[in-house]
């Protein structure tokens, strides 16, 4: 039997590892648990009062608590003591993490593409899309409410690090539908979405903090500004004015893709298994993020304009002739650096440019506190086409052959 690999931690397990926490219900006799902090879970910055861990056998789906003799179904990771999606040890799970350079659009790009997963993308697939814990719903419900009803954007993501609590990924389960032809037994995709902060790959210990993370990924969505790909601003002909004074700055430092894609990377050669001379196994999607903010300098029938088909399986000619399409654009825009470095290192990856937004949102005004959305609302472009693709090189979903 595989390892099971915790969508909280990102360490592994064998099943019958898995721990239980207590109901805390009263039994019979009048005895029951009484809440307290966790000791593992404190340790992680979350104080929070919990039930005792009870211990039992993984592979089944309960266990008796010794204290107060009630039946524990609640399994948690025998690491990190996270409560884990029900079934856990059943379901076929797959990992897809997410990475990315600082204010490359993480926080807005997790927050739309969860949103068009669970409203759009699910229908399409006829699957369910749901958070997987009682966090992940209330803060992905926040930052929804902040994106889509007051239009406002995301400040800088802290470091993890830094801030009251440890932070933790945002973990969705997505589940297709048992109506569906083309599939024997019921899948289960655990996302777990880690919001790197851009300084983290900077830092040694971020570096170390992400080998950690990246290792126990079953699929890996690099997300890349090419505002910050140097020379590009200018050579497009856009007006440096209408851009992101940061990004032009970010890019000037040094933070461009290639180097970004280089420290990527180097971590990656540092999962145990891969080292500096092997290639990376894991498939890897190499996302551009804000794609229209290069619109206006591509012409009407670039593919980078056009909208994804809405097939429920994965498109597989429509994406491949886009790949190729960015392909040549690096070609032209940097020399083909980045297609070197990844054909060099990794024996799966392909290119996408998505935008979350669809428009680029206005700067910031001087008695405004947080940047807002463009007026004309968010129109997410292609943003779900990594995480198909990558469901798709993990045999989730169909691939389609037109
Ligand atoms: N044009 C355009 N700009 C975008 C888009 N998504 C994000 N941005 C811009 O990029 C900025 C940073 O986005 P975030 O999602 O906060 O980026 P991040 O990677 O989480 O940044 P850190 O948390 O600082 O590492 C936003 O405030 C927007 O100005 C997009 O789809 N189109
Ligand atoms: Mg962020
Ligand atoms: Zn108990
Ligand atoms: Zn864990």
């Not at 927050?111 to 399409?124: A, F, N, S």
Request: net charge neutral; aromatic share 8%; glycine share 8%.
């Amino acid at each position: 039997m595989a390892r099971l690999t915790c969508p909280y931690c990102y360490r592994t397990f064998a099943e019958k590892d898995m721990l239980f926490r207590c109901s805390g219900m009263r039994s019979a006799d009048g005895r029951f648990c009484e809440p307290a902090p966790d000791p593992v879970r404190v340790a992680l910055k979350d104080p929070m009062v919990v039930l005792p861990v009870v211990e039992g056998n993984g592979r089944k789906l309960s266990a008796v608590c010794k204290a107060c003799g009630n039946t524990a179904t609640v399994q948690i990771c025998p690491h990190c003591h996270a409560q884990l999606p029900v079934h856990y040890g059943k379901l076929d799970t797959r990992i897809v993490a997410m990475i990315g350079a600082k204010f490359s659009g993480k926080s807005v790009y997790t927050t739309v593409l969860m949103h068009e997963l669970i409203h759009r993308v699910g229908r399409r697939f006829d699957a369910a899309v749901v958070g997987a814990d009682e966090r992940t719903r209330k803060e992905f419900g926040n930052e929804e409410r902040a994106l889509y009803t007051e239009g406002v954007l995301p400040i800088t993501t802290q470091p993890a690090n830094v801030g009251e609590e440890g932070r933790q990924p945002f973990v969705f389960k997505f589940s297709l539908g048992e109506r569906r032809r083309f599939r024997s037994t019921l899948k289960h995709t655990v996302l777990s979405f880690f919001d790197t902060a851009g300084e983290d790959l900077e830092t040694a210990r971020g570096v170390a903090q992400n080998v950690g993370y990246l290792a126990g990924a079953h699929g890996i969505i690099v997300l890349l500004d090419p505002l910050t790909i140097p020379q590009l601003v200018p050579t497009l002909g856009l007006d440096p004015g209408v851009l992101p004074a940061r990004a032009q700055r970010q890019a000037a430092q040094g933070d461009s893709p290639i180097n970004i894609l280089t420290r990527v990377t180097e971590v990656l050669q540092q999962v145990p298994g891969v080292g500096p001379n092997r290639m990376i196994d894991v498939p890897v999607a190499i996302a551009f993020s804000k794609v229209d903010a290069l619109w206006e300098a591509l012409p009407e029938d670039s593919p980078l304009r056009q909208p994804a088909p809405d097939t429920p399986w994965f498109p597989e000619s429509d994406s491949l002739a886009l790949h190729h399409y960015v392909q040549a654009l690096l070609q032209e825009w940097e020399g083909g650096q980045i297609d070197q470095l990844l054909h060099k290192h990794y024996r799966t990856y392909r290119y996408f440019g998505l935008s979350a937004l669809g428009a680029v949102p206005p700067a910031l005004e001087p008695a405004q506190q947080r940047q807002r959305i463009a007026k004309s609302g968010i129109q997410p472009h292609r943003v779900e086409d990594p995480f198909l693709w990558l469901l798709s090189r993990l045999k989730v979903i169909e691939t389609g052959r037109d």
